[in-house]
């Protein structure tokens, strides 16, 4: 990587995607969009708008296309994990070359898919904390007074990049730790408040023992796959939460949208299979869930 501007597409201009893209693009980087047509359309007349506390508001022009047709620096792979699959063919492996690609996806499993898809490209482990809405193709509303991303790997200069244009970047040294620091807080918290349709607080309280078991599963699973996540820590996170907070899981089911349940609590449940814990009350609201989510469609 030189030390000219980068090249960045990002797969899924959303919330998270469009607020990157954007950050990029008003720091000078030439960014590439790889969207629907019509939200292609959209980001090439008018860019990306940004509403932001943190940042101010302000449109950064950015490219967009229906596929990724020429090889760039990195891409920042933020679509749904049950959009993954198709919004994938935008980005051919014989393009992309040996591009860094960064997956902000929940869950576990897309590392091992997309570093098969791209043999030839470093499939950096990340995740981001951040509360941002698309409103509408191209228009971001950034709520939090964070946008906060974790990468492991080694890529000192990319961070460096990303820094300077706003984000924060931690770089981490073991990806299993970092993914299920996430995982041990977002699989509880997306399972119970879309189960019982109710923000945090009705979880921590009117739900605890029930919260305190899943706690105890998933936390089990994640000291056996290698990341040190104790009951007690994860709790505390619940504890401190926003009263009001609700998962984005139970927001794509208040919205009739799929649900992550595979990428989130399915990748829960295989671990924990792998090895050898057992995870009954998490694998009842995965079941319960699956059936709600079948009956409505």
Not at 23 to 48: F, P, Y
Not at 208 to 229: F, M, Q
Not at 274 to 280: K, L, S, Y
Request: net charge negative; charged share 20%.
């Amino acid at each position: 990587m030189t030390t000219t501007n980068l090249t960045v597409a990002v797969l899924g201009p959303g919330g998270v995607g469009g607020l990157i893209g954007a950050l990029l693009a008003r720091d000078g980087h030439r960014v590439i969009c790889l969207a629907g047509e019509e939200t292609a359309a959209v980001l090439r007349d008018d860019g990306l708008r940004i509403e932001s506390s943190q940042y101010g508001d302000f449109t950064a022009a950015v490219e967009a296309d229906t596929r990724l047709r020429e090889p760039v620096d990195a891409v920042f792979v933020t679509v749904k994990q049950t959009a993954l699959t198709d919004a994938l063919n935008r980005v051919p492996a014989h393009v992309l070359g040996g591009a860094i690609v960064v997956p902000l996806l929940n869950g576990l499993d897309h590392l091992a898919a997309l570093r098969e898809r791209y043999p030839a490209a470093t499939v950096v482990a990340g995740t981001i904390r951040v509360e941002a809405t698309r409103t509408a193709p191209g228009h971001i509303v950034h709520s939090s007074p964070f946008a906060n991303l974790e990468l492991a790997a080694p890529i000192d200069e990319f961070a460096h990049r990303l820094r300077h244009a706003g984000l924060g970047v931690t770089l981490r040294d073991d990806e299993t730790v970092m993914l299920w620091d996430k995982l041990a807080f977002l699989a509880p918290f997306a399972l119970l408040t879309t189960r019982y349709q109710a923000a945090v607080e009705a979880v921590r309280s009117a739900r605890r023992p029930e919260l305190l078991v899943v706690l105890d599963e998933i936390t089990a699973v994640a000291r056996a796959a290698g990341a040190p996540v104790t009951t007690e820590t994860v709790l505390s996170f619940f504890d401190r939460a926003p009263s009001t907070m609700k998962s984005s899981m139970q927001r794509d089911a208040e919205a009739g949208r799929p649900l992550e349940l595979d990428a989130i609590g399915g990748a829960v449940l295989r671990a924990g299979a792998a090895h050898g814990i057992e995870t009954p009350a998490t694998a009842r609201l995965v079941a319960e869930l699956t059936a709600s989510a079948y009956q409505e469609a």
